[in-house]
């Protein structure tokens, strides 16, 4: 268990016996930031699904974001 920024508390159950409450809380707050990475993917590069299992689409659909908000 553990608190967020806001101070509400946070109960995680797994199996990771072997790690503290800190390490858990922090591999879970690196996830999150992921989850809203792809967020603001789909909402600024108008993506409805995410294919590939390269890096490649991701780093061209960025460089056109980029591109487009330059102009």
């Known amino acids: 268990m553990f608190q967020e920024f806001r101070g509400w508390e946070i109960r995680v159950v797994t199996d990771f016996m072997q790690l503290t409450e ?11 930031q992921i989850e809203v990475f792809f ?4 909402q600024h590069l108008i993506i409805s ?3 590939g299992t390269t890096q490649n689409p991701f780093y061209g659909a960025l460089i056109v974001y980029v591109l487009q908000m330059a102009i």
């Open 22 to 32: 800190e390490q858990i809380a922090q591999m879970y707050k690196a996830r999150w």
């Open 39 to 42: 967020r603001w993917i789909k």
């Open 49 to 51: 699904t995410l294919f």
